[in-house]
């Protein structure tokens, strides 16, 4: 047995030995999950306030790093970056609603356009098999869009909460079903 099929094994074991941690796990995803669907608006409080968090850290991590990088004559670019990162950050605290509303329409365009590039991906590519499954996720992915857009801005006090909790209870289910498969496969 090779070296890295050794430790693929052990890495398997070691998942087969904790099944009961991911059931636990993605039953407590579904219920966080069930809370974000049931309570969108401060679910999307909550996310907002989550990307300010990131934006922070990642505008103190680039303002850091400016003072690294002396030797590439880019310091002040850096640094700048930095803190508009920092700016935009502290704007999330100081104004959820409205950076959920930018967000929100940010997503629209982003589906609407993701969702017209499927539409033509698949229409270029109709030889592979099932290509109409490309095509359906590129229509629906296109309707959502143009739903969240035509709903905006009314709608960006509970959409992120919504699609939280949709990824929150996919990602549950996903890890039960993993925990309950590890389970009986140690059988």
């Known amino acids: 047995m090779t070296r890295s099929t050794q430790n693929l094994t052990n890495i398997s074991l070691q998942f087969k030995s904790n099944w009961g941690w991911f059931i636990a796990i ?11 669907l049931t309570y969108q608006f ?4 909550f996310s907002i306030y989550f990307i300010g968090f990131l934006l922070v850290i990642a505008g103190l991590a680039l303002s850091v790093h400016s003072f690294r ?3 590439f004559g880019q310091t002040t670019l850096w640094a700048i970056m930095g803190v508009l990162y920092i700016i935009a950050g502290i704007a ?3 104004q959820p609603i409205l950076a959920s509303t930018a967000i929100t329409l940010v997503i629209a365009f982003l589906f609407t356009a993701n969702g017209v590039i499927q539409i033509i991906g698949a229409f270029t590519n109709r030889h592979l098999p099932y290509w109409g499954w490309w ?3 590129g229509i ?3 309707l959502l869009g143009v739903i969240i857009l035509f709903g905006w801005p009314g709608n960006s006090l509970w ?8 990824d929150l209870i996919f990602q549950g289910w996903t ?3 993993l925990g309950i498969g590890l389970k009986t496969s140690q059988n």
């Open 135 to 137: 095509l359906f996720s």
């Open 92 to 94: 999330t605290f100081i």
């Open 26 to 36: 993605g039953i407590l995803l579904i219920i966080f999950g069930i809370f974000a």
């Open 140 to 142: 629906m992915t296109l």
């Open 42 to 45: 401060f679910a999307t409080v």
């Open 159 to 166: 959409i992120l909460g919504m699609f939280l909790g949709i």
């Open 69 to 71: 990088i002396k030797g």
């Open 175 to 177: 890890y039960v079903v």
